[in-house]
């Protein structure tokens, strides 16, 4: 994934604010997605991923249940159509 330092602090900000959205924790989120801490803690503040397509992962997961609750996600101003990052 490749975005410049101000495109990766504001994917995180859009990645915690639907986080907060869905009101599922960090351990839940962990549990569904089967990521350790380490992994979703870089990807949630964008810093030092490993895989970008754990970040998809955790946008799409996030995306999927805020909808499931009848709820708008925060819209992401990078993250749109992933085309390169395959995970299942």
Same mark, same amino acid.
């Given at each position: 994934?490749? @975005?410049?330092?101000?495109?990766?602090?504001? %994917?995180?900000?859009?990645?915690?604010?639907?986080?907060? /959205?869905?009101? !599922?924790?960090?351990?839940? /989120?962990?549990?569904? !997605? &089967? /990521?350790?801490?380490? %992994?979703?803690?870089?990807? /949630?503040?964008?810093?030092?991923?490993?895989?970008?397509?754990?970040?998809?992962?955790?946008?799409? $997961? @996030?995306?999927?249940?805020?909808?499931?609750?009848?709820? %708008?996600? $925060?819209?992401? &101003?990078?993250?749109?159509?992933?085309?390169? $990052?395959?995970?299942?």
């Amino acid at each position: 994934m490749s @975005l410049s330092a101000s495109e990766k602090k504001q %994917t995180s900000f859009e990645l915690k604010e639907n986080m907060k /959205i869905s009101g !599922l924790s960090q351990m839940e /989120i962990q549990f569904d !997605l &089967s /990521i350790d801490e380490k %992994t979703f803690i870089s990807c /949630i503040n964008m810093h030092e991923v490993q895989d970008p397509a754990n970040v998809w992962r955790i946008k799409d $997961y @996030l995306e999927k249940k805020i909808k499931q609750q009848g709820k %708008t996600p $925060y819209p992401y &101003s990078k993250l749109i159509n992933n085309i390169w $990052y395959r995970y299942d």
